[in-house]
């Protein structure tokens, strides 16, 4: 058993297993004490800058699309 280790923690520990950069907004950390001292030295964990849309880049819906959305919500009961 890994001392303060989360269910959080796995996340990034499988990243960083398979040499994947890490998103630098991910919660958790790596548990490197769950690897051989000379695993990371090898294969350093990286970060890398996490993915974020753009306005510009957001999706436009066309509004047959915005109607089929609000009949789907309509019928979850979240829109009146």
Known sequence: MLEG???IDL?????AALGVPIPDDM?????SEAFE??????R???SA?????K?????ELSPEEEEMI???????????
């Open 5 to 7: 280790a989360n269910l």
């Open 27 to 31: 919660d958790g950390r790596v548990l």
């Open 37 to 42: 001292d000379s695993y990371f030295r090898q």
């Open 70 to 80: 609000k009949e789907r919500l309509r019928g979850l009961g979240y829109i009146a």
């Open 11 to 15: 996340a990034p520990t499988a990243l």
């Open 55 to 59: 306005p510009h880049e957001q999706l």
């Open 49 to 53: 800058a996490a993915c974020a849309a």
């Open 44 to 46: 350093p964990i990286r």
